[in-house]
T-cell receptor, first 111, second 114 residues
Framework: GQQVMQIPQYQHVQEGEDFTTYCNSS?????IQWYKQRPGGHPVFLIQ?????EVKKQKRLTFQFGEAKKNSSLHITATQTTDVGTYFC???????????FGKGTLLTVNP | NAGVMQNPRHLVRRRGQEARLRCSPMKGHSHVYWYRQLPEEGLKFMVY????????ESGMPKERFSAEFPKEGPSILRIQQVVRGDSAAYFC????????????FGQGTRLTVV
């Protein structure tokens, strides 16, 4: 079955440092979505990428979708304490509506 | 436009009891998905429903678990004869699209079986 691997599992940074999490799928994806979940909270939709090689930016966040549509990354520039949380990627395949989630990257930021 | 509403937020059940989890999708969303999240894990798909129809329940255990999305009212995830292993966060998501894109999640129900 489809698998989505996400690394690293944990990342601790000093405030102001950059952060990147990587997502890799065993199969070609139709689209990939990114979510943020605060401790004790629920996944909050951040963005969806659909096109091969697509790059999208949201303020300090940059999202990329690989040319082969099998990998993706989220990069945060100059982290802030408000960035703390677990970042999940989730992909769909074909016309399949099931989101297959990675295990997430827990980001902690030291002020 | 209220978000996806789930209740209760926290539910404690003794082993053998029944748990009922409710989800009201966002206005205009007719596609509802249930996911389960174990501690420090990603979310695992359970079931996809449209109004009055179960489209895909391949991620749901075949015994003790059932889901519905009636014509009127919220979607219900029902767990009969709960066991400790059912303890988890159960999230409902709704989407305006059949392909599940741009899914918005509710705040979840955290089920604890004692």
């Amino acid at each position: 079955g489809q698998q989505v691997m996400q690394i690293p599992q944990y990342q601790h940074v000093q405030e102001g440092e950059d952060f990147t999490t990587y997502c890799n799928s065993s199969t070609t994806l139709s689209n990939i979505q990114w979510y943020k979940q605060r401790p004790g909270g629920h996944p909050v939709f951040l963005i969806q990428l659909v096109k091969s090689g697509e790059v999208k930016k949201q303020k300090r966040l940059t999202f990329q979708f690989g040319e082969a549509k099998k990998n993706s990354s989220l990069h945060i520039t100059a982290t802030q304490t408000t960035d703390v949380g677990t970042y999940f990627c989730a992909g769909t395949r074909g016309s399949n509506y099931k989101l297959t989630f990675g295990k997430g990257t827990l980001l902690t930021v030291n002020p | 436009n209220a978000g996806v509403m789930q209740n209760p937020r926290h539910l404690v059940r003794r082993r053998g009891q029944e748990a009922r989890l409710r989800c009201s999708p966002m206005k205009g969303h007719s596609h509802v998905y249930w996911y389960r999240q174990l501690p420090e894990e990603g979310l695992k798909f359970m079931v996809y429903l449209q109004k009055e129809n179960i489209i895909d329940e391949s991620g749901m255990p075949k015994e003790r678990f059932s889901a519905e999305f009636p014509k009127e009212g919220p979607s219900i995830l029902r767990i009969q004869q709960v066991v400790r292993g059912d303890s988890a966060a159960y999230f409902c998501a709704s989407s305006p699209h059949r392909d599940g894109t741009e899914a918005f999640f509710g705040q979840g129900t955290r089920l604890t079986v004692v």
